[in-house]
């Protein structure tokens, strides 16, 4: 009997090893911890619910039986293994297929996931799909969205909802420059920071082992992204920073877990993707939105015409009046502008240069005043995180010349004057952007814009304006 079955002793002791190792892949295993959040997640769902029918009135859904239970699948399986503390019953998630080309997936706060038709097609198999939803899904489970914007006032989920809706399709549909609303509080919903992108990292591995796929697929996904040119990549990675390292410690978490079962289907997989060569081919997000721009709005009436935004604008005044925001700033500004606020900034334009266009703010002339997150990154690297956001919603922003030193409100800045051509007016456009550092470490900046042919007229104000700036903070 005993060549055949071990002694007491020998059970014991193998099950003492069994437990050891489970103990010791227990304590390698990275714990992932939520930051603080002083919302509710309840008001997670509110504000996602409310995003994610913005975002479907503009841009357009895949309505493919197949492919959608295909990434419904894959987003229910990873939703069942995800560890029972990080729970929210409340969460309402959905996972969605836009049919545009780039590169790119969003989840919004409560649960609503969009995979766009370009994500798919670029991955090599199920489990690099699983691995973008996985990492996704651990922004919206660890509720990255609110708890990066926890330290701000309370915001209004309405306007929040718009502005989340915004910074995912501002510039498609032409915006002038980026707005205060999408580089402020409206970002802290969908540009995360490189601790939250890591967080995001090691619990999408974990998921992804938990529910049968190999961990690394995530990494492989992330290597094919990068490979990207064009408009195939850019926003994705702009929008999820690469915390450094990010090979290294996906292969290293990925050695401590294992793969419960096995999940991933060739043959559906192959299927989806012959399904999607066989399709008319996907518009670019620009086109797409563009398209819903000339539809008729809800209630029946076209929708605003900008061709003629910024065609009638008075010059600035040469007598200017004073400005305080809170405990924030003083600024002097000519006085035919008027301040038109948002939740992190506040622009002064002049009569004829701003309006609403299709729910998104658009501005031809003047300034615009307002601060937005900073990791405690140096001015340098804060100033070109952000100009890097400005670009990623004005796809003919360009630099004219490398940033400059400066001077304003006693403090050390930068300045770079970037060219922008407008989607909407057609007509190029000189912009100026001011930064410099609050003393919570965040970003302030000062977006001076003017078309090309009209900028002589408007740079003397443009330069009393910066020059006027008091930060209080």
């Known amino acids: 009997m005993s060549d055949r079955y071990p002694s007491g002793g020998h059970i014991l002791e193998s099950v003492a090893v069994a437990v050891a190792l489970m103990a010791s892949l227990a304590v390698a295993q990275t714990r992932v911890t939520p930051p603080d959040n002083k919302y509710t997640p309840a008001q997670d769902v509110e504000l996602g619910q409310q995003a994610a029918k913005e975002v479907e009135q503009q841009l357009p859904l895949l309505r493919d039986d197949g492919i959608e239970s295909f990434v419904d699948r894959i987003g229910r399986r990873l939703v069942e293994v995800m560890p029972s503390e990080l729970e929210h019953r409340e969460f309402r998630y959905s996972f969605k297929v836009i049919n545009v080309r780039e590169i790119n997936a969003f989840a919004l706060p409560g649960g609503p996931m969009y995979i766009n038709r370009g994500m798919i097609q670029a991955a090599a198999v199920e489990g690099e799909v699983a691995g973008v939803m996985a990492h996704e899904l651990s922004h919206v489970i660890l509720r990255h969205g609110t708890a990066g914007a926890t330290k701000e006032e309370p915001f209004q989920i309405g306007a929040i909802a718009g502005a989340i809706a915004g910074a995912i399709i501002g510039g498609n549909v032409g915006q002038i420059v980026a707005q205060g609303t999408q580089f402020g509080l409206?970002?802290?919903?969908?540009?995360?920071s490189r601790e939250y992108e890591k967080q995001a990292d090691l619990l999408g591995?974990?998921?992804?082992?938990?529910?049968?796929?190999?961990?690394?697929?995530?990494?492989?996904?992330?290597?094919?992204?990068?490979?990207q040119g064009g408009s195939g990549g850019?926003?994705?990675?702009?929008?999820?920073?690469?915390?450094?390292?990010?090979?290294?410690?996906?292969?290293?978490?990925?050695?401590?877990?294992?793969?419960?079962?096995?999940?991933?289907?060739?043959?559906e997989f192959a299927r989806v993707m012959d399904r999607l060569r066989g399709m008319s081919p996907a518009p670019t997000t620009e086109d797409a939105t563009r398209q819903r721009t000339k539809t008729p709005t809800p209630s029946g009436q076209p929708a605003p015409d900008a061709r003629h935004i910024?065609?009638?604008?008075?010059?600035?005044?040469?007598?200017?009046?004073?400005?305080?925001?809170?405990?924030?700033?003083?600024?002097?500004v000519p006085d035919n502008w008027k301040e038109v606020a948002a939740s992190s900034s506040v622009k002064f334009v002049p009569d004829g240069a701003h309006v609403q266009v299709q729910g998104q703010?658009?501005?031809?002339?003047?300034?615009?005043?307002?601060?937005?997150?900073?990791?405690?990154?140096?001015?340098?690297e804060a100033t070109e995180e952000f100009i890097d956001g400005l670009a990623q919603s004005n796809p003919h922003l360009r630099a004219t010349g490398g940033l400059r030193r400066t001077r304003w409100s006693d403090r050390d800045g930068l300045v770079v004057t970037l060219d922008n051509v407008s989607e909407v007016t057609g007509r190029g456009e000189t912009v100026m952007v001011f930064t410099t550092l609050l003393r919570d470490g965040n970003l302030f900046y000062c977006i001076a814009v003017a078309p090309q042919d009209e900028y002589q007229v408007y740079q003397r104000s443009f330069q009393h304006v910066v020059q006027s700036v008091r930060l209080t903070d």
């Open 361 to 380: 703010p658009v501005f031809t002339h003047g300034v615009e005043l307002g601060f937005t997150r900073n990791e405690i990154h140096p001015l340098q």
């Open 205 to 227: 591995v974990q998921l992804m082992a938990r529910a049968g796929y190999k961990p690394l697929d995530l990494m492989h996904m992330f290597q094919t992204i990068e490979k």
């Open 186 to 192: 409206g970002t802290y919903f969908l540009r995360y």
């Open 234 to 267: 850019p926003q994705f990675l702009s929008d999820h920073p690469n915390p450094g390292n990010r090979a290294a410690y996906i292969t290293e978490e990925a050695s401590h877990l294992r793969i419960e079962g096995q999940a991933g289907d060739a043959r």
């Open 310 to 332: 910024g065609t009638r604008v008075a010059p600035p005044s040469s007598k200017y009046r004073s400005y305080t925001e809170g405990n924030l700033f003083r600024v002097s």
